[in-house]
């Protein structure tokens, strides 16, 4: 693979470095994520993900039930 600088000799150090700067904006942005969207200073409204992650859903009844072991 052209540019692949891999191995345990250290060259991969940029790689690293991605992955730091990433975990970093993600530890970030977990903070400010917004209960409730509000574009225009008007109702407050949930995103769907919001929605759908607070909805009371049915129990996995549609998965079988394993049998009990003898």
């Known amino acids: 693979m ?5 191995g345990r000799d250290g060259r991969n150090q940029r ?4 992955e ?13 994520m917004p209960f409730a969207y509000n574009p225009d200073g008007g109702k407050r409204v949930k995103q769907a ?3 759908y992650s607070e909805s009371q ?3 996995g009844a549609s ?3 394993p049998e009990a072991c003898p």
């Open 49 to 51: 993900w919001q929605r």
């Open 57 to 59: 859903r049915p129990l």
């Open 2 to 6: 052209p540019g692949h600088r891999g």
């Open 20 to 32: 730091l700067v990433r975990m970093r904006a993600y530890t970030v942005l977990r903070g400010a």
């Open 15 to 18: 790689g690293i470095e991605e």
């Open 63 to 65: 998965a079988p039930q």
